[in-house]
């Protein structure tokens, strides 16, 4: 999973990408892409490993990128974002980043502090970006039509397309098309529409603000976080123990790098299921409604390919009994067929045969 963080000019972008990502903020004032691949927290790994005295563990893992953060009140701003779309496109979901801190040492976008003015105008943009691609296909594919010859696919990915170009017309998502047509999201998969994408709104607030976790409310967000972006990164380069009493301090549960993590999973759906052996514990991301056969594939295709069953069983009913075998004996170990729908914190055991 891949997640682009994008914002407005002094929205502390750049400082949440380091929070999430413990590293540095960037030196210097040039506009970057940075990527960082961070672990998943998971809690339940640890136990896991002890109870199959695991060599190693292995976390899922998320990737972000931070992108450079260009103002949208000029045409050379838009300019300079609208370079960026292509590679904004290739991620899985966005994570927008809106200020909602007062600080006179860092100049405030239009000389507003306004999250929810923020946030509409990079919704209008990423509206426009999107909205500029159909109309681009939708003319080509007119002119396509009017040839004599027999053009049915064309016809019904016009006939969609139309529909998104009404949906963006009126600032509504791509997403609600694809909800609304049962075969659009195959007709539009060559089209990594910016709308379609999962969002996430991450308000940045002030110091001391820091514990005021409700999250900002959105028409636009599948999930939200509130935070203070300066002292989590501060945070993230601490060592666990202190890192655990700055926490306790603040009155937070988690550091922003698992609230944000959470957020992610929560808007793209998805969950994770567990292996353990000698060798490693491991944690797997899949989205939600994956098949025990699906879940395989994503160990090794092979194990898809052979699927045979799925030896599964719930994480905390492992945790209970504390052993595999005990597991056993009680009952808690289920064998799955290949259409079993897969649950969070299942410990799966692939049979295969290729």
Same mark, same amino acid.
């Given at each position: 999973m891949n997640c682009a963080i994008i914002g407005l000019p002094q929205s502390g972008k750049s400082t949440l990408f380091a929070a999430a990502t413990g590293l540095a903020p960037a030196p210097g004032q040039m506009p970057q892409v940075r990527r960082a691949a961070v672990p998943v927290p998971d809690h339940r790994l640890k136990p896991l490993a002890k109870i199959f005295a695991s060599k190693k563990i292995t976390h899922a893992n998320i990737e972000f990128t931070d992108f450079p953060g260009f103002s949208l009140a000029d045409g050379h701003g838009r300019d300079q974002f609208r370079k960026y779309l292509p590679d904004i496109r290739s991620t899985d979901c966005l994570v927008v980043v809106v200020r909602a801190f007062e600080n006179e040492g860092v100049p405030a976008y239009r000389d507003r502090i306004n999250p929810s003015a923020d946030l509409d105008e990079v919704?209008? /943009?990423?509206?426009?970006?999107?909205?500029?691609?159909?109309t681009n296909?939708?003319?080509?594919?007119?002119?396509? =039509?009017k040839k004599p010859t027999k053009h049915d696919d064309e016809k019904r990915e016009l006939a969609v397309l139309q529909r998104c170009q009404e949906a963006l017309e009126n600032e509504r998502p791509?997403?609600?098309?694809l909800d609304e047509i049962t075969d659009a999201a195959g007709l539009l998969s060559n089209f990594?529409?910016?709308?379609?994408?999962?969002?996430?709104?991450?308000q940045n607030v002030s110091e001391d603000h820091a514990a005021d976790t409700q999250p900002p409310a959105s028409a636009h967000a599948r999930?939200?976080?509130s935070l203070c972006a300066e002292l989590e990164a501060e945070m993230?380069?601490?060592? /666990?123990?202190d890192r655990a009493a700055f926490l306790a301090d603040l009155g937070l549960e988690?550091?922003?790098?698992?609230? =944000?993590i959470g957020a992610c999973y929560e808007a793209m759906g998805y969950i994770s299921f567990l292996t353990g052996g000698p060798t490693e514990a491991r944690a797997w991301s899949i989205p939600k409604g994956f098949t025990a056969m699906e879940a395989a594939g994503r160990i090794h295709t092979d194990l898809a390919r052979g699927f045979i069953r799925a030896e599964t069983v719930a994480y905390d009913d492992l945790l209970a009994v504390g052993d595999y075998k005990a597991a056993k004996a009680a009952g808690k170990v289920r064998q799955e067929p290949k259409n079993y729908v897969v649950q969070d914190g299942d410990v799966m055991l692939i049979k295969f045969n290729v």
């Open positions: 919704w209008e /943009e990423l509206v426009f970006g999107d909205l500029e691609t159909v296909r939708v003319e080509k594919l007119e002119a396509a =039509l791509i997403s609600t098309v990594p529409f910016l709308t379609e994408k999962p969002l996430i709104v991450v999930a939200a976080v993230a380069r601490l060592d /666990e123990a988690a550091p922003a790098q698992e609230r =944000l």
